[in-house]
């Protein structure tokens, strides 16, 4: 069947009104169902894993969209202009919103988030007039520049404590935004972030925040209050367009202070305690030079009190005044930030890896049957982690228990390897040279003693050890063929009543041999 809608194959069809897609395709290409304007009813099947690139836009007369779960890859622009769209439920697989994918759908006001998601792309949903929230999970990292620009009705936005950067003009023209709650770990309100957004009469800055670009809150008309944290550093002089109607509020004897007396803005210094605080992470592996942020949650969120960050080992792990750490040796640290009299830490653990691994012989011959005992030198001597693990290149040639035994099987060549667990990539390797065929050095049967009425029939199983013996043959044989026989299989035959002794033995040793004594029954009248 179709697996795919090929590039532009039904763009421009503008009486097409209704569209199902056979389960069969997979990939919607660029522009594949582009501006077919009077199509209302479209069916996209599970089997789809990927949309293009403008694959439905100008698509005017689509009203909902549901995108199945098996939907990971969505091009950029892929419903834009799709005018009167008001509902999207998508899949939840997506990561990432890609540029422009739903700018223009003026109508839209319904779309579920996805917990999967991490980026919204550029203009995502520009010009989204109807969108009334953005309430967007735990798990998004980055809001690129113009992905909520001119969605003149929304009201309502929470970023969350994930997001670590929100691109210019991200909320440009939202002019009718009220209520805007912004993430812990956001570090720059970028240029433009809220220009014109008229309604915004009050924000509260996280703490991280460092920087307040240009013209971030210009025309902002009704906007009177403002949190500024102790950790901001850098204001444009144009950030604010009616700066003398504002009041700052922060701590006091702060960068922001300096700012808004140089503006004639009102401040109000504040002293204001953290209640509670914690971090993103609480414990955590790392490897020596590794460099990581830790980002703190702290309530409330207009907390005035200094953040203090520090390290119980900087021989192991320092940290920045900002929460950022880097390793610098092996061993524990833990990592304590705290904000008056509350305060949360992190245990970091550093463990040694291991540096090389050798084998007391890196080369040995070995006798089908034989084994050999690996002995691994591990260094340095201190590491945390020594478990190895074994692996043979041909398991029909010699095998290797997880402790290092080897086990010569067959004629050939293998080669036995040693790797590391502790993410080193370290490993050694020995290269065994099997000679000779594997002799048996036993035999046993599933059973040593059955009764089996007369006429009837049961089959013994005989195990030759070692199993990878190069001759498994045997020979079976009853002790007396009028109450018993057994042919070349083990299938034993029950004659007359009495009872006898079936044996099977090994056609290359008969040394070894295991029997079965099988009892035929009278017949009771």
């Not at 039904?10 to 169902?33: R, S």
């Not at 210009?218 to 009616?242: D, E, G, H, M, W």
Request: hydrophobic share 35%; charged share 20%.
């Amino acid at each position: 069947g179709t697996t795919e809608i090929a590039e532009a194959l039904l763009a421009g069809c503008t009486q097409l009104e209704k569209l199902t897609i056979p389960d069969t395709v997979t990939v919607i290409e660029y522009k594949g169902v582009a501006n077919c304007s009077s199509l209302t009813n479209i069916n996209i099947p599970d089997s789809v894993t990927e949309i293009g690139g403008s694959a439905f836009e100008d698509c005017t007369a689509i009203k909902k969209i549901i995108l199945m779960d098996n939907i990971g890859l969505m091009g950029s622009s892929a419903f834009s202009d799709c005018i009167n769209l008001t509902e999207i439920h998508m899949s939840n697989k997506q990561k990432v919103i890609q540029k422009s994918t739903f700018s223009g759908c003026k109508k839209l006001t319904t779309i579920n988030f996805p917990s999967t998601l991490t980026t919204i792309g550029d203009s995502a949903f520009s010009g989204c007039e109807s969108l009334p929230e953005a309430i967007l999970p735990s798990g998004v990292e980055k809001i690129e520049s113009n992905a909520f620009k001119n969605c003149k009705f929304l009201k309502k936005a929470v970023v969350p404590d994930t997001v670590s950067s929100i691109g210019s003009s991200a909320f440009y023209g939202c002019e009718a935004l009220t209520d805007i709650t912004l993430g812990s770990k956001l570090k720059k309100i970028d240029s433009q972030t809220f220009y014109g957004c008229a309604a915004l009469p009050s924000i509260v800055l996280p703490y991280n925040v460092t920087t307040i670009g240009d013209s971030a809150f210009v025309n902002c008309t009704k906007l009177t209050q403002i949190t500024v944290p102790r950790n901001t550093t850098s204001i444009a002089s144009n950030a604010f367009s009616y700066p003398k109607k504002m009041t700052m509020y922060g701590p006091s004897s702060c960068y922001a202070q300096t700012y808004a007396n140089g503006k004639g803005i009102k401040y109000v210094a504040q002293d204001i305690h953290a209640t509670s605080i914690s971090l993103d992470v609480t414990n955590k592996t790392a490897e020596r030079y590794d460099r990581f942020q830790l980002t703190a949650t702290i309530a409330p969120l207009n907390f005035t009190d200094a953040v203090v960050w520090t390290s119980s080992n900087e021989e192991v792990a320092t940290v920045s005044d900002t929460g950022y750490v880097e390793i610098c040796g092996v061993g524990t640290a833990v990592i304590t930030v705290t904000a008056g009299n509350v305060k949360a830490a992190c245990k970091i653990t550093v463990p040694q890896l291991i540096d090389w691994i050798e084998f007391d012989e890196d080369e040995i011959e070995l006798k089908a049957g034989e084994t050999y005992q690996l002995k691994p030198y591990i260094s340095p001597s201190d590491a945390t982690n020594k478990k190895l693990k074994y692996t043979s290149s041909d398991t029909k040639v010699a095998e290797v228990s997880a402790s290092g035994l080897v086990t010569a099987k067959s004629e050939g060549e293998a080669k036995i390897r040693a790797a590391a667990t502790d993410g080193s990539d370290e490993y050694a390797v020995c290269y065994v040279t099997v000679t000779g065929k594997a002799k048996v050095t036993g035999i046993t049967l599933d059973r040593t003693s059955a009764e089996v009425k007369r006429g009837e029939k049961l089959t013994l199983n005989a195990t030759v050890s070692p199993s990878y013996a190069s001759n498994k043959k045997v020979v079976w044989k009853s002790a007396n063929t009028k109450i018993a026989t057994v042919d070349a299989n083990g299938s034993v035959t029950a004659k007359a009543p009495g009872r006898t002794k079936i044996t099977v033995t090994s056609s290359e040793n008969s040394s070894y041999q295991a029997s079965c004594t099988v009892t035929v029954p009278y017949k009771i009248t």
